[in-house]
C-alpha cells in the first residue's frame, strides 16, 4: 500500500494509539510477529462488529463517552401520531408510522428536558440504552421524536435522529435528511446506527 494513503494527521493517530494501548515494545513486537495487525487491515471495516471483535479478544465491552446537547422540548401528548406526522411537513415518512403501530398511554401538554446522545461511532441501540440510563435519561418516545420534527427541523438536516424507546417489527422510527430534504423512516435496530446520529433521550425528573 502506497504511504500517499496516509495523512500526516492519520500516522500521528495511528502512533498516537499504539503508544497508548500497548504496554511495551515487546507486546508491540509480539503482535507483528503474530499477524495480527495484518488480520485486521485486511478485514472489511463494514463487517467488523466491534463488540463481538472484543469478545472474542477476551476484552471488556467498549462504552464510548458521548456527547451530550440538551433542549427543552414542549409535547403535546394528546395529539395523535396521524396528526403529528403531517405536522413535521416531511419530503417522505413511513406509512407504518402510525399510533397502531406505537400506542403511548402518555397524556397531556408538557415540557421536557432532552438531549441528544453523540457517540462519534457506529452504536446499536442496545449499547445505548444503559449509558441513557446512567446519566439520568430514559429512552424517547414517538410523539416526542415527532415534535423534534416539528420545532426543530433544521437538525434533521445536519444528522439522523434515532428514537431510543419506539420498536414495531424491529425497526425504529428515525429522523434522517439532508440540506434539500427532510423524511421520517424506520430503521432497523438490529443494525449499527452510523456514526453521525444523534440518539434523543428525555431527563427522567420530565414527567408528564
Same mark, same amino acid.
Given at each position: 500500500?502506497?504511504?500517499?494513503?496516509?495523512?500526516?494527521?492519520?500516522?500521528?493517530?495511528?502512533?498516537?494509539?499504539?503508544?497508548?494501548?500497548?504496554?511495551?515494545? @515487546?507486546?508491540?513486537?509480539?503482535?507483528?510477529?503474530?499477524?495480527?495487525?495484518?488480520?485486521?487491515?485486511?478485514?472489511?471495516?463494514?463487517?467488523?462488529?466491534?463488540?463481538?471483535? &472484543?469478545?472474542?479478544?477476551?476484552? @471488556?465491552?467498549?462504552?464510548?463517552?458521548?456527547?451530550?446537547?440538551?433542549?427543552?422540548?414542549?409535547?403535546?401528548?394528546?395529539?395523535?401520531?396521524?396528526?403529528?406526522?403531517?405536522?413535521?411537513? %416531511?419530503?417522505?415518512? #413511513?406509512?407504518?408510522?402510525? *399510533?397502531?403501530?406505537?400506542?403511548? *398511554? &402518555?397524556?397531556? $401538554?408538557?415540557?421536557?428536558? +432532552?438531549?441528544?446522545? %453523540?457517540? #462519534? +461511532?457506529?452504536?446499536?441501540?442496545?449499547?445505548?440504552?444503559?449509558?441513557?440510563? #446512567?446519566?439520568?435519561?430514559?429512552? *424517547?418516545?414517538?410523539? @416526542?421524536?415527532?415534535?423534534?420534527? $416539528?420545532?426543530?427541523? %433544521?437538525?434533521?438536516?445536519?444528522?439522523? $435522529? $434515532?428514537?431510543?424507546?419506539?420498536?414495531?417489527?424491529?425497526? +425504529?422510527?428515525?429522523?434522517?435528511?439532508?440540506?434539500?430534504?427532510?423524511?421520517?423512516?424506520?430503521?432497523?435496530?438490529?443494525?449499527?446506527?452510523? @456514526?453521525?446520529?444523534?440518539?434523543?433521550?428525555?431527563?427522567?425528573?420530565?414527567?408528564?
Amino acid at each position: 500500500m502506497s504511504t500517499k494513503l496516509w495523512s500526516g494527521r492519520q500516522s500521528l493517530e495511528v502512533l498516537r494509539l499504539i503508544d497508548e494501548k500497548c504496554a511495551s515494545l @515487546e507486546r508491540l513486537q509480539s503482535h507483528l510477529k503474530r499477524g495480527h495487525f495484518v488480520d485486521l487491515l485486511e478485514a472489511d471495516p463494514e463487517e467488523v462488529d466491534r463488540d463481538e471483535l &472484543r469478545r472474542v479478544l477476551k476484552l @471488556e465491552p467498549f462504552f464510548p463517552e458521548p456527547t451530550i446537547f440538551t433542549f427543552t422540548l414542549r409535547v403535546n401528548y394528546d395529539l395523535t401520531v396521524e396528526e403529528l406526522v403531517p405536522a413535521g411537513k %416531511y419530503d417522505d415518512s #413511513n406509512p407504518s408510522v402510525i *399510533s397502531q403501530n406505537f400506542p403511548s *398511554s &402518555r397524556t397531556g $401538554i408538557v415540557e421536557l428536558e +432532552c438531549a441528544y446522545f %453523540y457517540f #462519534n +461511532c457506529v452504536m446499536k441501540l442496545a449499547k445505548v440504552h444503559p449509558v441513557l440510563g #446512567n446519566r439520568g435519561y430514559r429512552r *424517547s418516545e414517538l410523539k @416526542e421524536l415527532l415534535t423534534v420534527g $416539528i420545532d426543530r427541523p %433544521y437538525d434533521q438536516r445536519q444528522f439522523p $435522529i $434515532i428514537d431510543t424507546g419506539s420498536v414495531w417489527d424491529g425497526d +425504529c422510527p428515525s429522523l434522517d435528511g439532508a440540506s434539500w430534504c427532510r423524511r421520517l423512516i424506520l430503521f432497523a435496530v438490529a443494525r449499527g446506527c452510523p @456514526e453521525r446520529c444523534r440518539f434523543l433521550a428525555v431527563r427522567e425528573s420530565s414527567r408528564p
